[in-house]
């Protein structure tokens, strides 16, 4: 008996050493559980800040786009009109031109007839 006195304790000892291993490798593999969920949480979180980051970012490119579109048909139409108003002008010169020119033929014409007639009979 007195030799199995040392040996319960020495038992004893090695189960308490065993018990604290398990509790440090439980406590471990609870620590690595967690920095896991953490890292997955980070992982969700950023995953999702991209994602919100590419929708605005898509929105504000739409709206951009949509106003851009805007001014180019306003500036569109702004050229088409000045090109009509050009156009029109130059209709109207022309025509001033034209009837200039035949206000002067007509006015000249007498004497263009003369001055024909006369090197006519010149020869």
Do not use: C, W
């Not at 953490?38 to 709206?63: C, D, F, G, P, Y």
């Not at 001014?71 to 569109?76: C, F, H, I, S, V």
Request: positive net charge.
């Amino acid at each position: 008996e007195g030799h199995g006195y040392p040996r319960k304790t020495k038992q004893k000892k090695e189960s308490n050493t065993m018990s604290r291993q398990n509790q440090s490798i439980d406590q471990l593999l609870q620590a690595e559980k967690d920095a896991s969920q953490r890292v997955e949480k980070a992982r969700v979180a950023r995953n999702n800040m991209l994602k919100q980051a590419h929708t605005e970012a898509a929105k504000e490119i739409s709206t951009f786009k949509a106003e851009n579109e805007e001014k180019l048909a306003e500036l569109k139409q702004q050229a088409l009109q000045g090109k009509k108003k050009y156009e029109d002008d130059m209709a109207k010169q022309t025509e001033k031109d034209i009837q200039e020119v035949t206000r002067i033929g007509n006015d000249k014409a007498d004497d263009v007839v003369a001055l024909l007639l006369s090197a006519v009979t010149r020869v």
